[in-house]
């Protein structure tokens, strides 16, 4: 009965992680998936006169739900996943470069990730005439915030 006992204890947990490796974790192509399906999201809502928010928010919502696990994708990293699918096939998403400098804030009016980030160092950085920031400093539509 004892001998059975120690049998059990070493053969259960050699099971268990036996049993983790049968489990295929994620692989590359599940990413490249969503940066392409992310862009053609984008691409195609730009190109029928869609704004870059309403265009942004539906991709990046995609781009954030594909993601399994805790951790989801920054909105940085989306931009950059829909850059760089565009990019490969270029073919693919006609007329899409046009519209990337948006997702980086390059278009006049745009909040994008550089400007915020430029705004708020200006901002957090104490001047002679003020050593406080407010919330008002910062922008209510920052698409990149969570």
Same mark, same amino acid.
């Given at each position: 009965?004892?001998?059975?006992?120690?049998?059990?204890?070493?053969?259960?947990?050699?099971?268990?992680?036996?049993?983790?490796? @049968?489990?295929?974790?994620?692989?590359?192509?599940?990413? %490249?998936?969503?940066? #392409?399906?992310? &862009?053609? +999201?984008?691409? @195609?809502?730009?190109?029928?006169?869609?704004?870059?928010? %309403?265009?942004?928010? #539906?991709?990046? &919502?995609? +781009?954030?739900?594909?993601?399994?696990?805790?951790?989801?994708?920054?909105?940085?990293?989306?931009?950059?996943?829909?850059?760089?699918?565009?990019?490969?096939?270029?073919?693919?998403?006609?007329?899409?470069?046009?519209?990337?400098?948006?997702?980086?804030?390059?278009?006049?009016?745009?909040?994008?990730?550089?400007?915020?980030?430029?705004?708020?160092?200006?901002?957090?950085?104490?001047?002679?005439?003020?050593?406080?920031?407010?919330?008002?400093?910062?922008?209510?539509?920052?698409?990149?915030?969570?």
């Amino acid at each position: 009965m004892v001998r059975l006992r120690q049998r059990l204890a070493l053969l259960l947990p050699l099971a268990g992680l036996a049993g983790l490796t @049968f489990i295929a974790p994620p692989t590359a192509s599940s990413a %490249v998936d969503s940066a #392409a399906k992310g &862009a053609q +999201i984008y691409c @195609f809502m730009r190109s029928n006169g869609n704004g870059h928010k %309403v265009s942004w928010e #539906a991709a990046y &919502a995609l +781009i954030k739900r594909q993601k399994s696990g805790m951790f989801k994708t920054s909105p940085e990293h989306a931009a950059v996943m829909i850059t760089e699918a565009v990019v490969k096939e270029p073919g693919t998403y006609p007329d899409c470069g046009k519209y990337l400098g948006d997702l980086f804030g390059s278009s006049q009016g745009s909040n994008g990730p550089q400007s915020t980030i430029d705004s708020r160092i200006n901002t957090s950085v104490p001047s002679s005439s003020s050593n406080t920031t407010t919330s008002s400093d910062w922008s209510e539509d920052d698409r990149y915030s969570y």
